[in-house]
């Protein structure tokens, strides 16, 4: 048996079709549901069972599984919560190490490139503890995501003992389908399709820096199937354990992003820019691109969508169907 942690979620419920693809129908998700709808993402699958968060450390108890794929998490940036983003993020994945370890059942477990705050120290994969030690994330999430990278790591510094195989999974900005539910943390891409496909002008933020253009503020783009592809290749790879960046290694602009759209509907682009909003202005990230050498190092040669195929792809199979899920 399986467990996917955050398994309703945008990812989550991803790997979780993933699975059901590869023949595995033994998958338990560890998720809340709520009443937004969440549950569609998983309305095609197969699973053996649906554990509350507050529930999971007695349901895993006696419980032999072949891997734990940890996902879940409060991922607002904007979270301000700090006790239950510390709860949710680091105490629960705490938890989890600590039976994954006694267990001697391997951790796949979703970091973020929030921990590298505004890119200054670069978005080097580096896992020893000094260079660690140097990260600054800017926000909530991305320092409780940052929090566990370093227990994880200190354990290791220290000759302890970690679960037999462990990987800590940086992601870029990813996006793709079964992100509906996410609101304000959507991708724009899904924020702003309906505004696409309508003709209607479609808002990006102008640039407030010297030498950047309106709409130039450029992320690392990865699309959800490569991140998925990622996660299976370490699935079936169990030698591999470290922290590895999951992104292109190509960072596009949001105007990139945008005009692909237009490009895969066939229609003209309706682009105007507004003043980004103050209180974010300090804080914004105008440019973030992973280095993924480590990753290709450790073995990996799946390869990542170019941003035009992706959007192409996630347009035509599902932004632009009646039936958006996976």
């Known amino acids: 048996?399986?467990?996917v942690t955050g398994g309703a979620g945008f990812i989550g419920s991803n790997v979780v079709a993933a699975l059901n693809e590869a023949g595995r129908s033994d998958v338990a998700v560890c998720d809340v549901l709520g009443s937004e709808g969440k549950w569609r993402n998983l309305a095609k699958r197969q699973l053996v069972d649906i554990v509350p968060p507050a529930e999971l450390l007695d349901w895993l108890d006696g419980?032999?599984?072949?891997?734990?794929?940890?996902?879940g998490a409060i991922s607002e940036t904007t979270a301000t919560d700090g006790d239950l983003v510390i709860e949710?993020?680091?105490?629960?994945?705490?938890r989890l190490l600590d039976w994954c370890t006694a267990n001697a059942v391997p951790l796949i477990y979703a970091s973020s490139a929030a921990t590298y705050g505004d890119g200054e120290t670069g978005f080097d994969d580096d896992a020893s503890l000094p260079a660690l030690k140097k990260l600054r994330p800017m926000n909530l999430y991305g320092w409780s995501k940052h929090l566990f990278?370093?227990?994880v790591v200190d354990r290791i510094a220290r000759g302890e003992t970690l679960p037999p195989q462990w990987a800590g999974l940086?992601?870029?900005?990813?996006?793709?389908?079964n992100e509906y539910h996410k609101g304000s943390m959507m991708s724009v891409l899904a924020?702003?399709?309906d505004d696409v496909k309508a003709g209607r002008v479609v808002q990006l933020f102008k640039s407030h820096r010297d030498g950047i253009a309106d709409g130039d503020q450029r992320r690392d783009f990865i699309y959800v199937?490569?991140?998925?592809?990622?996660?299976m290749w370490l699935l079936a790879t169990p030698s591999v354990s470290g922290l590895f960046n999951v992104g292109t290694g190509k960072a596009r602009s949001f105007r990139d992003l945008i005009l692909a759209a237009y490009a895969a509907l066939g229609t003209k682009s309706n682009i105007a820019y507004i003043d980004m909003p103050e209180s974010i202005r300090n804080s914004y990230q105008y440019f973030t691109q992973s280095k993924v050498d480590r990753l290709h190092r450790a073995g990996y040669n799946g390869g990542f969508t170019t941003l035009e195929d992706a959007v192409k792809a996630y347009v035509g199979d599902y932004l632009d169907?009646?039936?958006r899920f996976r």
Do not use: C, Q, W, Y
């Open 170 to 177: 940086k992601f870029f900005n990813v996006f793709g389908p």
């Open 191 to 193: 924020r702003r399709f």
């Open 63 to 71: 419980r032999e599984l072949d891997a734990v794929i940890h996902l």
């Open 321 to 323: 169907k009646p039936d």
């Open 1 to 3: 048996m399986l467990l």
């Open 149 to 151: 990278d370093l227990a």
């Open 88 to 94: 949710t993020n680091f105490r629960l994945s705490m």
């Open 225 to 231: 199937d490569d991140v998925v592809r990622v996660i």
